[in-house]
């Protein structure tokens, strides 16, 4: 079975632009969450979505949106971009419930300026 | 308000000795734990679980101990091998208590294994 893949891996946007990330889940994965890593933070859960259904949000301002299609990918939208959101994004798949494992993509490196 | 922690951003050990990773958990609703291993430019990948109604579960080299009553969970590796370099994530959700769709990650540890 393929992986979870993230697109595009790095990218590069200036303070005040928008930028959208996009995530397709292993095949027969219906959960989708995204996290956020910054150095020293973590990963931060922005949130998770199942069946098209935002089912958990993590505590982000509302620059941060996603949503998820009837196939099971994912796409992730950032607005009026700040220095501050310069981070790893992590994209991760699982069955049902991402309460239990869950399967990481490689990331997109988004650097703002 | 941090719900997982791991105390330690870093910890180096020799090759062949053993390395315990800390992680110390607040909410009391968290009844399934887990760690994750990440190597640089990866996505994290899962190591071992352990589910709150046992006290340790072991895969191989990885075992995984948890004290309910501190709230603390600990993963052993032995023996520690160059490859085991990574930053290692503790991750804590609430399965009996009632799902809410997430893992709560601690901030990681940085595992330097020196040959």
């Known amino acids: 079975k393929a992986g979870v893949t993230q697109t595009p891996r790095y990218l590069i946007k200036t303070r005040g632009q928008q930028v959208t990330l996009s995530c397709s889940p292993i095949?027969?994965?219906?959960?989708v969450s995204w996290y956020q890593q910054t150095p020293g933070q973590g990963l931060q859960f922005l949130f998770e979505y199942f069946s098209e259904t935002q089912r958990n949000k993590g505590n982000f301002p509302g620059r941060f949106s996603g949503r998820q299609f009837s196939n099971s990918r994912s796409e992730m939208n950032v607005s009026t971009l700040e220095l501050g959101d310069s981070a790893l994004y992590l994209c991760a798949s699982s069955t049902q419930d991402p309460s239990y494992e869950q399967y990481f993509g490689p990331g997109t490196r988004l650097t703002v300026t | 308000d941090q719900q997982v922690k791991q105390n330690s951003p870093s910890l180096s050990v020799q090759e062949g000795r053993i390395s315990i990773l800390n992680c110390d958990y607040t909410?009391?609703?968290?009844?399934?734990f887990l760690w994750y291993k990440k190597y640089p430019a990866e996505g994290p990948t899962f190591l071992i679980s352990?589910?709150?109604?046992?006290d340790k579960n072991e895969d191989g080299r990885f075992t995984v101990f948890l004290n309910k009553s501190a709230k603390h969970l600990s993963l052993h590796i032995v023996p520690s091998q160059p490859g085991d370099s990574a930053v290692y994530f503790c991750?804590?959700?609430?399965?009996?208590?009632?799902?809410?769709?997430?893992?709560?990650f601690g901030k990681g540890t940085l595992l330097t294994v020196n040959p």
């Open positions: 909410n009391s609703m968290f009844d399934y």
């Open positions: 991750a804590a959700s609430g399965i009996g208590g009632g799902s809410n769709y997430k893992l709560t």
């Open positions: 095949s027969g994965h219906r959960s």
């Open positions: 352990i589910s709150s109604i046992k």
